[in-house]
């Protein structure tokens, strides 16, 4: 009986040993499962982007990927290369491709097709061999220092997609070069449309549209893009324009360790000091506190505004002929007195006088007075949608007459049809703003 109950006992003993071991193993394995999936949400939430200004707060999808973006989806979901360049290999968090120095250099001709000179490096022009063509940024640098820093700014640019950005389509970081490679923006910087003689004026309707883009584009840093993004150095020569004279804006700030890749040298009140910008946008609260806000790019952007109106140089006394206009008219109405005058007066005054106090506002010397990049696209996306009502009700009433020509204004007849007819199908289909 005493054998039994020790039989019984050490078998109870042993099943209940054996269900122990299962459902520890059983546990270690769900465990491990758990720790994956954390880990890869981990990754993919340390660089969310919200795609296009929604408050998603998601990862960019592979439909966001910009077409001329060299980055194609696999069928793994996985970014793969077309053809072109050879690749290295791929940052797969940010998709974007690492093209070596060799390849580069060939697609260059051997770095001799400069299009552009910014303060820290030449950029060239660059064919691929699938006909694709792409602007190749070499940063000035000889050291290996920073490569790690380098790569990882690349990662946060490379998720930035907007139609109002140029997007960053790849990059080299060989032998301690850092250069990035964008898309090509065929229609150059906005500097050169307003000041250069071998470009006609650009119309003010042109004008609306491309202080619309560019509000987009900096609106999409500010509340779009996870972290918020100070774009630092906004000015004509960094909007470019691309095919359909859609603006995109550029020069986004990269950060080398502890230092901005776009600090320079500029003279600041008679002395020359280390800043970040450009002489003529800076922020005054900037200059005083050494600190960047959001708000400090709005300043920036109000001076851009006020170049588009006049058609003059920041850097050559831009400001002090609109303080002069605005001592008269109280920053509201009357702003005619700036216009460049090689729109020979052919602009809307209303709009004109909406978007100069609209510029007012943004270069209040109190941030706080300034307002946001959004309530920026709301207004100027205003604009646009009554101009658009306005020249639709027109042109339904002059089709009664047999001679819709007739119907154009001045304006109107200095835009070639086929941008102007892009540019109206950018109002209808992009304007998502309730006004
Ligand atoms: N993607 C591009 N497509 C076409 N042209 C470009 C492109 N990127 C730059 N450029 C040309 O090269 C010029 C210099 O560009 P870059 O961004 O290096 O300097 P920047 O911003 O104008 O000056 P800084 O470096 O002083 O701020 C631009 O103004 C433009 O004319």
Redesign the pocket.
């Known amino acids: 009986m005493k054998e039994d109950s020790l039989i019984i006992g050490i078998s109870i003993g042993v099943v209940i040993g054996v269900l122990l071991a299962i459902v520890t193993l059983i546990c270690l394995r769900y465990h491990k499962h758990s720790q994956i999936g954390n880990s890869s949400s981990r990754r993919a939430a340390a660089l969310p982007i919200r795609a296009n200004g929604a408050d998603s707060g998601m990862i960019l999808s592979d439909s966001t990927i910009d077409p001329e973006s060299p980055v194609k989806a696999g069928r793994n979901g996985m970014p793969f290369q077309i053809e072109g360049f050879k690749r290295n290999n791929v940052v797969s968090a940010s998709g974007i491709p690492e093209y070596s120095f060799k390849d580069l250099q060939k697609a260059t001709c051997n770095f001799t097709t400069l ?9 060239y ?1 660059a064919q691929m061999t699938t006909g694709q063509t ?2 190749v ?1 070499v940063l000035a640098t000889d050291s290996k220092q920073g490569e790690k820093e380098f790569q990882s700014e690349v990662m946060l640019l490379g998720r930035l997609h907007h139609r109002n950005l ?1 997007n960053l389509v790849g990059y080299c970081a060989e032998k301690g070069r850092n250069i990035l490679i ?5 229609k ?2 906005l ?2 449309h307003l000041y250069c003689e071998n470009h006609g004026p650009l119309s003010w309707d042109l004008r609306v549209h491309i202080a619309l883009d560019v509000a987009r584009g900096l609106e999409y840093l500010h509340d779009g893009a996870v972290p918020s993004i100070i774009h630092r ?1 906004i ?1 004509s ?2 909007i ?1 324009l691309d095919d359909s004279m859609i603006a995109r804006v ?2 986004f700030p990269i950060r080398i360790g502890c230092r901005f890749w ?1 600090f ?1 040298r500029e003279i600041v009140d008679g002395h020359a000091v280390n800043i970040q910008g ?1 002489f003529g946008y800076l922020d005054p609260e900037y200059i005083s506190t050494r600190t960047f806000t959001n708000k400090s790019d709005v300043y920036s952007y109000g001076v851009l505004l006020f170049e588009l109106i006049a058609g003059r140089n920041p850097q050559q006394g831009l400001l002090e002929y609109v303080e002069l206009a605005a001592l008269n008219n109280e920053g509201k109405v009357g702003w005619e007195e700036i216009v460049d005058a090689r729109l020979e007066g052919k602009l809307d005054v209303r709009e004109l006088n909406e978007v100069a106090s609209l510029a007012y506002k943004c270069i209040n010397r109190g941030p706080r007075k300034r307002p946001a990049m959004r309530d920026i696209v709301q207004v100027l996306s205003r604009i646009l949608k009554l101009r658009h009502k306005k020249r639709h009700h027109r042109k339904s009433l002059s089709a009664t007459t047999d001679d819709v020509s007739l119907d154009m204004d001045a304006s109107e007849m200095r835009t070639p049809v086929s941008e102007r007819h892009q540019r109206e199908e950018s109002v209808d289909s992009t304007d998502t703003c309730e006004v």
């Open positions: 299009i552009g000179q910014g303060a820290f490096g030449p950029v022009k792409v602007a940024k140029v964008y898309v090509y923006m065929s150059g910087n500097a050169s150095d000015k020569s960094n470019l550029i020069g776009t320079k450009t």
